[in-house]
Every structure is written in C-alpha cells, then in structure tokens.
C-alpha cells in the first residue's frame, strides 16, 4: 500500500477534538440553532425508515434542510437527559450509542429512545449523520391514548 492510500484528502481531526464534536452534536441535538456551526454547508443527515408512513426518515442534504428536519422533530418531541452509552472512532469517523428520555409534545406520552449514529467529519466539520433510532417507540409515542 503507498503512503497515501487509505489516508484522507480532509486535514486529520485528533481523537479528542472528534470526541468534543460528536458530544456537542448530540448536546445540541434539541437546538438545532446552535448546532449548526457544526455542520458542513453541503452535509448529509440520514434517520432510517420508510418516509412514506415517516417524515422523519430518509435524506437531508444541505445545511439548511437537517436544521428544518431537527426542528421539525424538536417541535414534535421534547428531547431530555441524552447520554452517551459508548463511542467507537476510527479516524474521522464515528459511531455513537446513545439514548435519551422523549415526550412527545402532543400525546403526553414519554419513553427512552435508544439510538445509534454514524457521524464523519472533514476538518472539523460533520458531512455525514446516519441515525438508526428506535422508530417503533416514536410511532408508540405518537399514537393518541385513546386508540
């Protein structure tokens, strides 16, 4: 292998200084206004699902639309106590578990959500967020107490 296979094209981020964006991303996760200095302008976010029975799930490409997608789901949702569970990192990427306590804003109804993102930067700078969050539960939460 030559030297530069294998290596990024983007300046290498430390460990700690990756460690350091991926806690304030999902510290900021529920003010999606403070979160956006992270975010590259050309950046991609992910959540897993149909989008057809979800309008959570799927693509959001650019800065712009992830901010009007972590609103949309802040409007929805109350996002509380998100805790860390484990981080692997791997050069300039990342793979956080996590979890945090939801209430839905309409319904009343509250659980834990358990999560898993996939999170790559260039420089320092996220471009890339795949969410896989338990969906099920945010169906369970939306659903009326009378039904």
């Known amino acids: 292998m030559s030297k530069n296979e294998g290596e990024s094209l983007a300046p290498q981020i430390t ?3 990756l ?4 806690t304030a991303l999902l510290d900021r996760r ?12 050309e950046a991609e976010w992910t959540m897993n699902g149909d989008k057809a ?3 959570y799930a799927g693509l959001r490409c650019r800065r712009d639309s992830i901010l009007d997608y972590l ?3 802040t409007v929805e949702f ?4 998100i805790r860390l569970i ?3 990192i791997d ?3 990342a793979c956080a578990q996590y979890e945090m306590h939801l209430r839905h804003r309409g319904t009343g109804r509250e659980g834990v959500l358990q999560a898993l993102t996939f999170i790559r930067v260039e420089g320092d700078v996220v471009v890339e967020v795949h969410e896989f969050l338990d969906s099920a539960l945010l169906f369970r939460l939306r659903e009326s107490v009378g039904r």
């Open 78 to 81: 109350r996002q509380e106590n």
């Open 30 to 41: 529920n003010a999606p206004e403070k979160l956006a200095p992270l975010l590259a302008p």
């Open 15 to 17: 460990r700690p200084e």
């Open 19 to 22: 460690e350091q964006v991926v």
């Open 91 to 93: 050069r300039e990427q």
């Open 71 to 73: 609103t949309a789901f």
């Open 53 to 55: 029975s979800w309008p």
């Open 86 to 88: 484990s981080l692997l």
